[in-house]
T-cell receptor, first 114, second 114 residues
Framework: GENVEQHPSTLSVQEGDSAVIKCTYS??????FPWYKQELGKRPQLIID?????GEKKDQRIAVTLNKTAKHFSLHITETQPEDSAVYFC?????????????FGRGTQLTVWP | KAGVTQTPRYLIKTRGQQVTLSCSPI?????VSWYQQTPGQGLQFLFE???????NKGNFPGRFSGRQFSNSRSEMNVSTLELGDSALYLC?????????????FGEGSRLTVL
């Protein structure tokens, strides 16, 4: 089955700096890569996703890049704010009828210091 | 629109007992997935139901089972509980319309096995 590795496990940045979280996957058939944010005590929520026919996607301060050849994708957060502090999970899926089955990385605890 | 509702939110069981968790998806969502979240393993896929049929299954022992009713509500059952089953069990629903793959998570059922 799919194996998703996520690094780093913890990340501390100063407010206003950028944060980058990297993930690798093993299944070349995976074609859908979402990122979920989970604040302390809250449910995971989708923040951005990318499909394998796209190399980069941006949404305000958040961007995701995908390198299919190398089987890795990254989350970039610019101009970080304290409210960005949370655990971020990357995930991979084969899509289609398996969209409900996501393989998650183990998460990155991001702390943004004011 | 009401979100995904999970009950109970907290429960304590002893080894050997069984437990049933319930999930009510967002109205109109036909796919319901279950995930186990633990600090060490992150989010691990248990199974997914679509139109009352189990469509995908993760690598969990047969003690973990589930079902989905005609109104899309889902239940999962864990029999012969073990200490290692202590975790947050998250349910997620999705409309899976076209290429939309967003999972909407509930707040989870936190199970403690003593």
């Amino acid at each position: 089955g799919e194996n998703v590795e996520q690094h780093p496990s913890t990340l501390s940045v100063q407010e206003g700096d950028s944060a980058v979280i990297k993930c690798t996957y093993s299944d070349s058939a995976s074609n859908y890569f979402p990122w979920y944010k989970q604040e302390l005590g809250k449910r995971p929520q989708l923040i951005i996703d990318i499909r394998s026919n796209v190399g980069e996607k941006k949404d305000q301060r958040i961007a995701v890049t995908l390198n299919k050849t190398a089987k890795h994708f990254s989350l970039h957060i610019t101009e970080t704010q304290p409210e960005d502090s949370a655990v971020y999970f990357c995930a991979a899926s084969r899509g289609g009828s398996t969209l409900g089955r996501l393989y998650f990385g183990r998460g990155t605890q991001l702390t943004v210091w004011p | 629109k009401a979100g995904v509702t999970q009950t109970p939110r907290y429960l304590i069981k002893t080894r050997g007992q069984q437990v049933t968790l319930s999930c009510s998806p967002i109205s109109g969502h036909r796919s319901v997935s279950w995930y186990q979240q633990t600090p060490g393993q992150g989010l691990q896929f248990l199974f997914e139901y679509f139109s009352e049929t189990q469509r995908n299954k993760g690598n969990f022992p047969g003690r973990f089972s589930g079902r989905q009713f005609s109104n899309s509500r889902s239940e999962m059952n864990v029999s012969t509980l073990e200490l290692g089953d202590s975790a947050l069990y998250l349910c997620a629903s999705s409309r899976l319309k076209g290429d939309t793959g967003e999972l909407f998570f509930g707040e989870g059922s936190r199970l403690t096995v003593l």
